[in-house]
């Protein structure tokens, strides 16, 4: 379904802040060192919240940004790689916290990793034709799944959650394109619970193999997406992609001539935070009062899987 309007947006930080100063006191780098090869400055840890806790918080805020009542919302989707628990989903947690037990609402999780909640999007916009209010999370705390003495991965990621409520709405449209290519190399990837192995596993990545799917696979993302909306680079107000590298973003800003005031970074402060990415950058560019009625807007990622996509939206 193209007619399809956000309607609110919100997003939750975790509690501790953590400067590249900080990790220089935990592996061998440096802020120089980080800051050169990633563009990031800090990021946000989670110390006493989970991931339900974060999506909860971001819901709440869209909730308000919307001015809508929760009881609304008959399907909640959440985008995570770092869920609660094996089961219920964190989607299910956030329900029950919303008060929405007892009312027929339809709540499930989705893993695409850090293209999850373009993912999300697209999959909420086509079950508009079954659910009248979509709340769509992107959450995720990846602080527990990662080993603090990797400095490949922990300078990288980060905690926290964005959200998103969508309606069916003829002053709105959103057209989405998504793919996976897989990944039988394990160039990214968590291993988790196995037969074998008893004990949760960190996240791995090879960081040369990611940037050189990321830098092809964002603009085909970009490319595809706007042959199906028949629209054009130059007709795109504001780009938020999924914030993961600066150098990544660079350079797919010079491969599709897109001057870089159109894209919207807040990688510095916040890192990668997978699923929650995207999210959490819509609502803050929204909330810094960078996104006006009538802009046209893409939203793309790429992820672990191989995974990536984007969204077209005009707002």
């Known amino acids: 379904m193209e007619n399809v309007k956000i309607i609110g947006c919100g997003y939750a930080k975790a509690e501790k802040k953590l400067f590249n100063t900080d990790l220089e006191k935990i592996v061998d780098t440096s802020d120089e060192w980080i800051v050169q090869r990633t563009g990031i400055h800090s990021r946000y840890i989670t110390q006493t919240k989970n991931t ?22 008959d399907c909640i989707l959440v985008a995570t790689t770092t869920p609660d628990c094996i089961t219920p989903s964190t989607a299910c947690l956030v329900q029950e916290k919303l008060g929405l037990n007892g009312q027929e609402c339809t709540s499930f999780d989705l ?18 034709e079954t659910y009248s209010t979509i709340l769509v999370i992107g959450a995720e705390t990846l602080s527990k799944i990662i080993d603090w003495n990797d400095r490949n991965t922990c300078v990288l990621f980060g905690d926290g959650a964005g959200a998103a409520l969508i309606q069916k709405s003829n002053q709105g449209r959103m057209v989405s394109f998504t793919k996976s290519t897989g990944d039988k190399d394990g160039f990214l990837m ?29 603009p085909y993302s970009i490319e595809k997406v706007l042959e199906k909306a028949n629209q054009k680079i130059e007709d795109i107000d504001l780009f938020i992609p999924h914030q993961a590298n600066i150098r990544i973003l660079k350079h797919v800003a010079k491969k599709m001539k897109i001057d870089f005031d159109r894209i919207f970074v807040n990688l510095d402060e916040f890192g990668n935070t997978s699923s929650a990415s995207i999210a959490i950058a819509l609502a803050q560019a929204k909330e810094q009062g960078k996104i006006k009625k009538g802009m046209k807007m893409v939203l793309t990622g790429f992820g672990a899987g191989f995974t990536s996509g984007a969204i077209y939206l005009e707002w």
């Open 111 to 128: 893993n695409a990793a850090c293209s999850g909640f373009v993912y999300g999007l697209s999959l909420a916009s086509m079950m508009l």
């Open 52 to 73: 339900s806790d974060l999506a909860f918080e971001a819901a709440k805020k869209a909730i308000k940004d919307a001015q809508i009542d929760v009881s609304l919302i």
């Open 190 to 218: 968590c291993k988790g619970l196995s037969l074998q192995e008893k004990e949760m596993s960190y996240l791995e990545m090879n960081g040369k193999e990611v940037f050189r799917f990321a830098i092809e696979a964002m």
